[in-house]
């Protein structure tokens, strides 16, 4: 039997890793001068227009990871329909960033903005399809993909009852959601009229609540694999649902109670969170490849480990 | 005066001097008592002589069993050979604690690479787990294929 090159073949979630740390120090970086200036100047909008590249650019990368993972799994194969799920909610989170960022910004790449003024009907349906796409579409896409491995996971033995953390963690969560609701529900009462982009982002809380309980259980099915590469496939979407949640808390929570560049957390967010979850597939890729050296021929292995670096 | 059991070995092998020889002689056609027990000593080295021959005799069964051992000890080596290398693949793909998931407690090897095959069939996809089941195949006695039959 081989010994495998765990080095050379996890190359992509270490540049992922790489890009993350990076950016979140620059980030933190610059909220940290802002600070220190007193917020003097503004640097939210700013940061809009600087978050868009790298984020749709990860989420491109996820959905393009994502996609070479579903090829090894053929029709009829039992994760097939949870990748293609993945792969589908990837693709709505680079439709959420490609909307959100690029079309719904004030920077030069924008297309709307070069032939003539965009309509604002135009643009409030790109928000609005950005929203729904980015929220409940892509959450539910992700809840029914962890539906579908919990219950693989839970045939082979792979199940653990969650520890009181972790349902404090959902409570938090689903107490979040409540709040929202009952926000929205006293609003509406005092007779303020909720936007299509409200109803959007509330839609996406239930499905957001149902995914927190399928992490708790699929974060206590990984701690029974060990840290194999597969195990890190199935962490890193704990940790990206977890960000999700705790990115939606915070950002609700922040305006409350502190003074903050808003645009700079929430681009932060989305950027970790699309991150993490791009990290699922590219530890997946990993272990395919690992197994894919490990049965091709001797001879062939510093060929096919070299092509694998590149 | 009788002679010694080892005199009369030694006369019935021909071993005793010429001296010697001619006094037992004398001495056997006097006395019945030992001309028996002369008898009793040639006899016990005729079957003694004749011992090999029936070993020889049933040696294709003694052969067949080493054989037989040898290759049930072959098998049970190659098995146990087997079953470190699907626990290092399961070790190596999902980590080490899957391996007491997937492995219960006296679990024969067959058993084993059957539920290795499935969890790396479902978590890798088909070629993946081929080519992983191949890997811990991979040099191994070829005992071990008769498992994996």
Known sequence: MRQIDGGGHCIVPRRIMVCLGAYLMVDLLAVYLWSSAGSAFSIQTPSD??????????????????LRV?????????????????????????????????????WVLNSLLWTASAPSTLLGHIRLGALIAGGPVRLAALAGALFAVLRTLRKFGFWGRPRATDWAMCGIV?????????????????G?????????????????????????????????????????????????????????????????????????????????????????????????????????PQENLATHASAVAR | MHPSIAALIAFSDGEANAKQSRRIATHLSRCENCSDRLLLVRSEKDELSAGPAITVRHSRKGLDGVLAAMSN???????????VRLREQIEMYFGSQAVMVVERPGMPAEELLGRTSELLEVFLGPAGAESAIDDAFGGLHPGASEVRR
């Open chain 1, 49 to 66: 227009n600087t978050a868009t590249l790298p984020l749709t650019a990860m989420a491109g990368l996820g959905l393009w990871l994502c």
């Open chain 1, 70 to 106: 579903l090829r090894a799994f053929p029709a009829g194969a039992p994760l097939r329909r949870a990748w293609s799920l993945i792969a589908f909610a990837a693709a709505a989170q680079l439709v959420w960033g490609v909307l959100s960022q690029l079309f719904d910004s004030n």
């Open chain 1, 174 to 190: 689903c107490l979040f959601a409540l709040c929202r609701f009952a926000e929205a529900l006293a609003a509406y009462f005092a």
């Open chain 1, 192 to 296: 303020a009229q909720m936007s299509m982009e409200e109803w959007a982002s509330l839609a996406g809380l239930p499905i957001l609540c149902m995914l927190f309980v399928e992490a708790i259980f699929l974060g206590q099915a990984v701690i029974r694999m060990g840290s194999g590469p597969v195990s890190k496939c199935w962490s890193a979407f704990v940790w990206g649902i977890f960000s999700i949640g705790f990115a939606d808390v915070a950002l609700w929570l922040i305006p409350h109670y502190c003074r903050s560049p808003l645009g700079m957390v929430e681009s932060l967010a989305g950027f970790v969170t699309t991150a993490v979850f791009a990290l699922g597939p590219a530890y997946q890729l990993t272990a395919q490849r690992w197994a894919r050296t490990a049965g091709a």
């Open chain 2, 73 to 83: 000890w072959r098998k049970g080596s190659a098995a146990s050979e087997l079953r």
